[in-house]
Antibody, heavy 115, light 108 residues
Framework: QVQLQESGPGLVKPSETLSLTCTVSDGSISSYYWSWIRQPPGKGLEWIGNGFHSGTTNYNPSLKSRLTISVDTSKNQFSLKLRSVTAADTAVYYC?????????WGQGTMVTVSS | EIVLTQSPATLSLSPGERATLSCRASQSVSSYLAWYQQKPGQAPRLLIYDASDRATGIPARFSGSGSGTDFTLTISSLEPEDFAVYYCHQRSNWPLSTFGQGTKLEIK
């Protein structure tokens, strides 16, 4: 069974860049799209964007100007970079496999934006 | 952007009762509608995709129905572990996705 694990700093300063990595285990990162989804404390879910091993990426229009998603097939990882963060970017960030729905999720990682 | 509105916001029921959760889309999403269950401190878990198909390992007491703009998640007989928050999710204009705001199913 494919497993996903997010990793990255839990604290980011305002105006800096939030960087996260999702490692795919027990399966290939090829053949599927992989998404990032976030959930602010006590709130609902927001799709951030996705990527494919070919380099194709798709972004939420509300975040597109600050966002880069990439897929590294050699490491079986995909990553998220969100620039110029503010307190509004504080959330649990999830990675998920993007098939007919988000069928496999990582456990999530909490990222707090604060000085 | 397609907006999903879930109702009710909170549903209070007892184990053994039947739960009916609603999700309405601001425009047709065909059958591209999924349902997830989320428990505190956990990631969402896929229950239903394509409006009515159960995901792998999901018990038969969970069922989904609907198409177009109106969808329902039904839990036929509530088990103690079913009390959680439920989200609907549309992907009719993939890759763009939106989620509903959630329905909290609590023990009465």
């Amino acid at each position: 069974q494919v497993q996903l694990q997010e990793s990255g700093p839990g604290l980011v300063k305002p105006s800096e860049t939030l960087s996260l990595t999702c490692t795919v285990s027990d399966g290939s990162i090829s053949s599927y799209y992989w998404s990032w989804i976030r959930q602010p404390p006590g709130k609902g879910l927001e799709w951030i964007g996705n990527g494919f091993h070919s380099g194709t990426t798709n972004y939420n229009p509300s975040l597109k100007s600050r966002l880069t998603i990439s897929v590294d097939t050699s490491k079986n990882q995909f990553s998220l970079k969100l620039r110029s963060v503010t307190a509004a970017d504080t959330a649990v960030y999830y990675c998920a496999r993007d098939v007919t729905a988000f069928d496999i999720w990582g456990q999530g990682t909490m990222v707090t934006v604060s000085s | 952007e397609i907006v999903l509105t879930q109702s009710p916001a909170t549903l209070s029921l007892s184990p053994g009762e039947r739960a009916t959760l609603s999700c309405r889309a601001s425009q047709s999403v065909s059958s591209y509608l999924a349902w997830y269950q989320q428990k505190p401190g956990q990631a969402p878990r896929l229950l239903i995709y394509d409006a009515s198909d159960r995901a792998t390992g999901i018990p038969a007491r969970f069922s989904g129905s609907g198409s177009g703009t109106d969808f329902t998640l039904t839990i036929s007989s509530l088990e103690p572990e079913d009390f959680a928050v439920y989200y609907c999710h549309q992907r009719s204009n993939w890759p763009l996705s939106t989620f509903g705001q959630g329905t909290k199913l609590e023990i009465k």
